[in-house]
C-alpha cells in the first residue's frame, strides 16, 4: 500500500468536495468537514497507483453513518471479502483505528462547563491544574507514542482546537482527541479479524478512559 502522488489526491479531492486528513505509507484518509468518513484503499500493482473506494464497491450510500462498532465492522467484513477476492493479499502490513473526536460543548448543552470537569486531568495538562483559568491557555497539547499490550501501538493528540467546516474555521474552542491504535507487521489474513477486534477494544479503552462521566452522559449513550 503507498500514498498516491499529488495530482491524484486533487483529483480525490476535487471529485468528492473533501479535505486530506492523513497522508502516510499506509494510505490516506479523506472525510468532508461533518461528513462520515469515506475510506480509500491505496495499492501499487508495478509500479501502477490504484485507487479503490471501498464505499462504492459495497454499495455503501455516501450519507451512510455508523453508530456502533458491530454495524461498521460487518460492512467492513463485506469490503475486506471482496478486497481479499480481488487482490489476494499475502498479508496486511498495517491494521489499524484512527478516531478523531472534537467535543463540543456547545452542541452537548455544556457551555460554560470547563473542560476539566469534561475530559480527565492526565489528557489535560496544565488545564487540570484548579488556580489555572482556561481562558488563559493559548495552547496545551500532547503528543503520545507508546506500546500497548496484544502488539499494539497507539499515537495520541489531544488538546483543545478549533474545526474547520469546508475553509471557514468555527470560533468554538472544542477538545480535540485523536487516537490512532494499529498494529505493524506481517499479519496473516487469518489473524486480521482478530488484530482489528485487538485494536477496536484498545481504542475503546481509550476513548472511555480520557472522559469523564459528566461528558459521557451529555453524549447520551445508548445501550447495544
Known amino acids: ?16 468536495g473533501m479535505t486530506l486528513l492523513e497522508r502516510s ?15 480509500f484503499l491505496l495499492l501499487e500493482h508495478g509500479g501502477k497507483t490504484e485507487v479503490s473506494d471501498l464505499l462504492e464497491r459495497a454499495h455503501v ?3 451512510v453513518r455508523f453508530t456502533t462498532w458491530e454495524d461498521f465492522a460487518r460492512k467492513l467484513d463485506e469490503v475486506l471479502a471482496q478486497f481479499v477476492a480481488i487482490y489476494h493479499p499475502a498479508y496486511f502490513e498495517r491494521i489499524g483505528l484512527r478516531y478523531i473526536n472534537g ?7 455544556l457551555e460554560g462547563v470547563p473542560f476539566r470537569d469534561l475530559i480527565q486531568p492526565a489528557y489535560l495538562g496544565l488545564m487540570a491544574e484548579d488556580d489555572v483559568q482556561e481562558q488563559s491557555v493559548q ?10 499490550a496484544g502488539g499494539c501501538r497507539l499515537k495520541l493528540h489531544c488538546g483543545p482546537g478549533m474545526v474547520k467546516r469546508g ?17 505493524n507487521g506481517k499479519i496473516e489474513l487469518k489473524h486480521s479479524a482478530g488484530a482489528l477486534n485487538t485494536v477496536h477494544t ?12 459528566q461528558l459521557h452522559d451529555a453524549m447520551e449513550p445508548q445501550p447495544l
Open 1 to 16: 500500500m503507498c500514498s498516491p502522488p499529488s495530482k491524484m489526491l486533487a483529483d480525490l479531492e476535487q471529485k468528492w
Open 25 to 39: 505509507k499506509s494510505g490516506v484518509c479523506l472525510t468532508s468537514a461533518g461528513e462520515p468518513v469515506r475510506p
Open 61 to 63: 450510500q455516501p450519507d
Open 103 to 109: 467535543f463540543s460543548r456547545r452542541a452537548l448543552g
Open 139 to 148: 495552547r496545551v497539547t500532547q503528543d503520545v507514542e507508546m506500546a500497548l
Open 167 to 183: 475553509n471557514v474555521e468555527d470560533k468554538e474552542v472544542r477538545f480535540i482527541l485523536d487516537n490512532d491504535v494499529f498494529m
Open 202 to 213: 484498545h481504542a475503546d479503552r481509550i476513548f472511555r478512559g480520557a472522559i469523564t462521566d
